[in-house]
T-cell receptor
Framework: NAGVMQNPRHLVRRRGQEARLRCSPMKGHSHVYWYRQLPEEGLKFMVYLQKENIIDESGMPKERFSAEFPKEGPSILRIQQVVRGDSAAYFC??????????????FGEGSWLTVV | KQEVTQIPAALSVPEGENLVLNCSFT??????LQWFRQDPGKGLTSLLLIQSSQREQTSGRLNASLDKSSGRSTLYIAASQPGDSATYLCAGEGSQGNLIFGKGTKLSVKP
């Protein structure tokens, strides 16, 4: 059973370009979370999705950021018109049911975005 | 608003020492509390999950406790080894299942 798969692992974008980060949850997991880890900062929750639904996006910046989890395929975190402050590690996590609720939540290896 | 604080921010110990990492949270209405390990440039590995109705969990040389009334959790590592060197993260679960993380304690165990 493969773990949570994220790609790309490393991504370099120029200011103003778009960044697309992909996450395939563990098999059987229908709940996906995205977190961002800025340099020297803790991980911050961004968005919680189930298949075809955004459940909680309270941690998403209001502009330029969007997320989806289609019926088929991976979850996508999309950042439009990137700025240097978007440089961070973006982690995806998945779980089989809502929240941890006693079930361990599994994290991917992260996608490191560098904006130059 | 839930906030999670971890003390100390960094810790360096000689191999073989027992050590305690501390985590405090402001809202006692957390659902669960998890401890993770993060190696440089890597993702997070779950170490221990304490459900809200539990007081502690143990796995090998690790023991984590949870005291919701005082808003504290501790991670105890026995007989530390150089391979334990990593950043340890504490996270409380919010109402939607999202995790609220502390900034972590960076542990270095010297041979």
């Amino acid at each position: 059973n493969a773990g949570v798969m994220q790609n790309p692992r490393h991504l370099v974008r120029r200011r103003g370009q778009e960044a697309r980060l992909r996450c395939s949850p563990m098999k059987g997991h229908s709940h996906v979370y995205w977190y961002r880890q800025l340099p020297e900062e803790g991980l911050k929750f961004m968005v919680y999705l189930q298949k075809e639904n955004i459940i909680d996006e309270s941690g998403m910046p209001k502009e330029r950021f969007s997320a989806e989890f289609p019926k088929e395929g991976p979850s996508i975190l999309r950042i439009q018109q990137v700025v240097r402050g978007d440089s961070a590690a973006y982690f995806c996590a998945s779980s089989p049911i809502r929240g941890a609720n006693g079930n361990t939540i599994y994290f991917g290896e992260g996608s490191w975005l560098t904006v130059v | 608003k839930q906030e999670v604080t971890q003390i100390p921010a960094a810790l360096s110990v000689p191999e073989g020492e027992n050590l305690v990492l501390n985590c405090s949270f402001t809202d006692s209405a957390i659902y669960n509390l998890q401890w993770f390990r993060q190696d440089p440039g890597k993702g997070l590995t779950s170490l221990l999950l304490i459900q809200s109705s539990q007081r502690e969990q143990t796995s090998g040389r690790l023991n984590a406790s949870l005291d919701k009334s005082s808003g504290r959790s501790t991670l105890y590592i026995a007989a530390s080894q150089p391979g334990d060197s990593a950043t340890y993260l504490c996270a409380g679960e919010g109402s939607q299942g999202n995790l609220i993380f502390g900034k972590g304690t960076k542990l270095s165990v010297k041979p």
